[in-house]
């Protein structure tokens, strides 16, 4: 079992930064290819960014591409979100999630995710 526990959320003002942060447990986790997804009050989720199993590859939704960046720290089995300009419209839990494949590129696809975090809110205030 996979346990995902993400942090660093909060509110922030328009044009502000957040840093979050998806610690796994279990020794597997550089196997994997991990994603960041979010959803906003009445909308369906959405994926944000995802990186590879190595780090060597990522890639990002087209509303979040240049303001944000995923890394990961396979060391400390933790994947991260950079959030820079932040926007109202960003507003939203956001979730981590490990792709079900090992040695992937990471799925923009929800449902090619298994285990997925219990998420943390981000407020953005315009």
């Known amino acids: 079992q996979v346990q995902l526990v993400e942090s660093g959320g909060g509110l922030v003002q328009t044009g502000g930064s957040l840093r979050l942060s998806c610690a796994a447990s279990?020794?597997?986790?550089?196997?994997?290819?991990m994603g960041w997804f979010r959803q906003a009050p009445g909308k369906e989720r959405e994926f944000v960014a995802a990186i590879s199993w190595s780090g060597g590859y990522t890639h990002y939704a087209d509303s979040v591409k240049g303001r944000f960046t995923i890394s990961r720290d396979n060391a400390k089995n933790t994947v991260y979100l950079q959030m820079n300009s932040l926007k109202p419209e960003d507003t939203a839990v956001y979730s981590c999630?490990?792709?079900?494949?090992?040695?992937?590129?990471?799925?923009?696809?929800?449902?090619?995710?298994?285990?997925w975090g219990q998420g943390t809110q981000v407020t953005v205030s315009s």
């Open positions: 279990g020794r597997t986790f550089s196997l994997y290819a």
């Open positions: 999630a490990r792709d079900r494949n090992a040695y992937g590129l990471g799925s923009t696809a929800s449902h090619e995710y298994d285990y």
